[in-house]
């Protein structure tokens, strides 16, 4: 063991060198030492009650017992692991990283690396108690070899339910107290493991992590980075004071205004419990995966912002995610609305959504390896990701109404037919599945193109008959009886509908070619991979976990929903909708019959 | 799940021989009797669906369009009356529109309408199109039964695509 990197170690491992640096002299039992027990150890850590009380009664404080009981985990599990691992083998890093998670840590590693864990671990005999605490001293070098560790790491390594210590880079949180000088001396804090303004506090008792608690700026920006835009902020002050985005440092000249908006929407993911959660998610996948999210803005064609009924919306695509490489790119179009709280809700939703995607993933390429085939078509991939958007969106609406908000609406309302529906929507949907699907996907194919062809029909029936009938509609009535000014939104609406229904057409029909391939191999021998595939997941319970998950968050965006009641378009004033347009339509034909033809406005 | 479902169905709708289908129906239709709880007439391709208890009924699509025959107000059943239905339909602050009395099976069914957007985005990957329900509400001794109509279509529709399909089904309904 280096003594240098033994001097690093921060004060609540001191109980892993109390061999070498004693603590305090160990006697009676600590007041409040067995409260301080909690059942959870028992899983975590493989530490009993029997044994915590054990400790307890020869006087050893309770990080210390905890410590110790990690410690020889970590050793334990990295001998079991070593006995059952198979296949690919991890790096030793790995295996100290999953050791150090504990048992939940341990599973992991046994199930991606090893043979699965059957049953409970061994019960603790006082073994645990009895490890070597030199030996913890050397697992944790080990985990720190090669520069500093990141947070997350520290974070998992040093967390238990009884205590958890606050790890952080800069300057600490309001409040917080800062290490002792004692602690300090202690901990020696080695050269080699301390980064500028890095703080080590310990000692203060917390409640295990939340996944909804707040992340630390800091780890956002290690881990999230944000490109450089092309867009040039003009009028710094007005724009930062609109977006209430406080000040870093003062002015940022060099900053774009894609920039901008992009940190001010990771800053309103915070304010979200929903988006902490994800954010939290992609983080550790990113971290996993060795990677960094990045952001940045691109241009999509045929984009506009348009307000209709009080709503401003983009028209375009909103973001993608390309999961593997960890980025995200939004539509720069976000940077023209004029309202920079319903751009920064929508954004904020369709960031989460898009990092949702990465999450599910990674996070399950890595836990249901064996169903690869299934996950690539399963759709509770983008229908979790349209629940994570819908929440955060809901969560960060305050009270005016905007896109997701509205979709929310069509979600709640259209019930599972919605996610029916939405396999007809695009060549990509078209061939994922429920996991109902799954036990039969021959059917399952067979009823999706059934319903893509009566799209298709329906499609090529509006842009042959109902936008030529409208534009006829709208033209007499506008010309004959001077409506124009309160038709705009619905002229806009046909023309929308006109430029886009082609595009529509040609995706039914790639939807219904894709279709058709899909269920002639299905149907073919060289189909059996994919179809046994689809058929274990539908039977695994474990791979049920995914659509139970979609099904909490579904629930949980009703109640919120409920709670919170979804705002509605404002009608924009003086604009018809097609209910009143109809009705002047009927009257028009019923008093001026002279005005229109079998089918047509003279 | 689903398979169970149907055989379900299967063993709950049997053909009944002598139902006549209404000669007005544009295409093929087959009868109906589904445990002697009513008869109806729907076009022959159109698949069924059982809907599970509590509240029991059974789902005709074309995958596209729909046609459901539910009974609620029964023991444990989802909305014990008619307004509590009806009250579920109005989620997110959708606008149900009362539209008439409707006569159905000999007695007098309330009609309701609602038409609602799904989807969004209109880029590349965006859709969006417009739901259009029809509800149909008729009390048989304390409960009551819900049919119901729906249509997708890429645009809001005065008149939705089937509309006269489902006149025809009304008409051919019969409780019992």
Same mark, same amino acid.
């Given at each position: ?36 027990? $909690? ?27 905890? %410590? ?49 864990? $059957? ?5 603790? @005999? ?15 070098? *080990? ?26 880079? /800069?300057?600490?949180?309001? *409040? ?5 000088? $004692? ?101 550790? !996948? ?23 009924? &009080? ?21 720069? /179009? ?55 958007? =819908? ?22 309302? &259209? ?12 060549? =990509? ?18 009823? @999706? ?49 006109? *430029? ?73 004033? /003086?604009?018809?909708?097609?209910? !009143? ?17 079998? %089918?047509?406005?003279? | ?14 053909? @009944? ?45 074309? !995958? ?28 997110? &602050? ?20 609602? $038409?609602?957007?799904? /989807? &969004? ?28 109509? !729906?249509?997708? %279509? ?23």
């Amino acid at each position: 063991m280096n003594p240098s990197a033994r001097m690093a170690l921060p004060a609540f491992l001191c109980a892993c060198i109390g061999a070498v640096l004693p603590i305090h002299a160990v006697s009676a039992p600590v007041p409040g030492c067995a409260e301080a027990y $909690q059942p959870s150890l028992a899983d975590s850590w493989d530490l009993s009650r029997e044994s915590w009380d054990a400790e307890c009664g020869k006087g050893h404080l309770p990080e210390e017992i905890l %410590s110790r009981a990690k410690t020889a985990f970590m050793a334990a599990c990295q001998e079991r692991f070593a006995k059952a691992a198979k296949v690919s083998i991890p790096d030793d890093r790995t295996v100290r990283e999953r050791c150090a998670e504990g048992r939940p840590g341990e599973r992991r590693l046994m199930e991606d690396f090893g043979a699965p864990l $059957q049953g409970p671990l061994p019960q603790n @005999t006082g073994k645990v108690m009895s490890g070597k605490p030199t030996q913890g001293v050397v697992e944790l070098n *080990g985990v720190f070899e090669g520069g500093v560790p990141s947070e997350g790491l520290v974070h998992r390594m040093f967390t238990g339910a009884v205590q958890r210590s606050q790890l952080q880079v /800069g300057e600490p949180y309001p *409040g917080t107290p800062v290490a002792s000088a $004692q602690d300090t001396a202690l901990l020696g804090v080695d050269a080699s493991l301390r980064t500028p303004g890095l703080r080590i506090n310990s000692n203060i008792p917390m409640a295990a992590a939340s996944d909804s608690a707040p992340l630390d700026p800091t780890e956002i920006a290690r881990y999230i980075r944000i490109e450089p835009g092309k867009k040039p902020v003009v009028g710094w002050e007005a724009i930062r004071n609109s977006l209430g985005l406080i000040g870093v440092g003062g002015l940022l000249p060099s900053i774009t205004q894609e920039e901008l908006l992009a940190r001010n929407v990771l800053k309103k993911l915070q304010e979200s419990e929903e988006g902490r959660r994800v954010l939290r998610a992609v983080i550790e !996948e990113a971290r996993r995966a060795g990677k960094t999210v990045t952001v940045k803005a691109e241009d999509y064609d045929g984009t506009s912002v348009l307000v209709s009924r &009080g709503v401003e919306s983009l028209h375009g695509t909103r973001g993608e995610a390309h999961t593997q490489s960890f980025a995200y790119s939004f539509n720069r /179009g976000f940077t023209d609305f004029k309202d920079s709280e319903t751009a920064l809700q929508t954004m904020a939703g369709n960031m989460g959504h898009e990092f949702w995607h990465m999450v599910w993933d990674h996070r399950n390429e890595r836990n249901l390896p064996k169903y690869a085939k299934a996950l690539d078509y399963d759709l509770s991939n983008e229908k979790s990701a349209r629940m994570k958007g =819908y929440l955060i969106a809901l969560e960060l609406n305050s009270g005016k109404a905007n896109d997701y908000t509205d979709e929310t609406r069509g979600v709640l309302t &259209g019930g599972d037919q919605y996610f029916e529906r939405m396999k007809t929507w695009h060549p =990509y949907y078209s061939l994922q599945l429920n996991r109902a699907d799954m036990a039969d996907p021959l059917a399952a194919y067979q009823r @999706t193109l059934k319903a893509l062809k009566a799209s298709l029909a329906s499609e090529q029936k509006t842009l042959a008959e109902w936008v030529p009938r409208r534009r006829i509609e709208l033209s007499h009535m506008e010309g004959t009886h001077g409506l124009t000014p309160k038709l705009t939104e619905l002229h806009e609406e046909v023309e929308s509908k006109a *430029g886009k229904l082609p595009h529509d057409i040609e995706q039914s029909n790639q939807s219904i070619r894709r279709v058709t391939e899909r269920i002639a191999l299905l149907q073919s021998p060289k189909g059996g991979a994919l179809l046994q595939s689809f058929q274990a997941a539908a039977k695994d319970p474990e791979y049920g976990k995914l659509e139970a998950a979609f099904q909490r968050d579904k629930d949980k965006l009703a109640a919120l929903a409920k709670k919170k009641s979804l705002p509605t378009a404002v009608p924009t004033p /003086g604009q018809l909708d097609w209910k !009143e347009f109809d009705e002047l339509v009927a009257k028009d034909k019923k008093e001026n019959p002279d005005h229109w033809g079998t %089918s047509d406005a003279k | 799940m689903r398979n169970s479902l149907l055989a379900a169905a299967l063993l709950w709708t049997a053909a @009944t021989a002598g139902w006549a289908a209404p000669k007005e129906f544009p295409m093929p239709t087959r009868s109906e009797s589904v445990s002697e709880l009513f008869r109806c007439v729907v076009p022959e391709d159109w698949r069924s669906e059982a809907k599970p208890a509590p509240d029991r009924g059974i789902r005709y699509t074309d !995958e596209s369009m729909a046609i459901e025959v539910i009974r609620y107000g029964l023991k444990d059943s989802k909305y014990p009356t008619p307004e509590r239905f009806l009250e579920s339909l109005r989620t997110g &602050g959708v606008k149900l529109d009362k539209a008439g009395a409707v006569l159905v099976s000999g007695q007098d069914g309330m009609s309701y309408r609602r $038409q609602y957007k799904i /989807g &969004g985005g209109d880029g590349p990957v965006g859709r969006t199109e417009w739901i259009f329900e029809e509800y149909v509400v008729l009390p048989q001794k304390g409960s009551f039964w819900v049919l119901k109509f !729906e249509s997708p %279509s890429p645009v809001h529709q005065s008149e939705p695509e089937g509309a006269d399909l489902w006149r025809r089904f009304l008409k051919g309904f019969r409780l019992g």
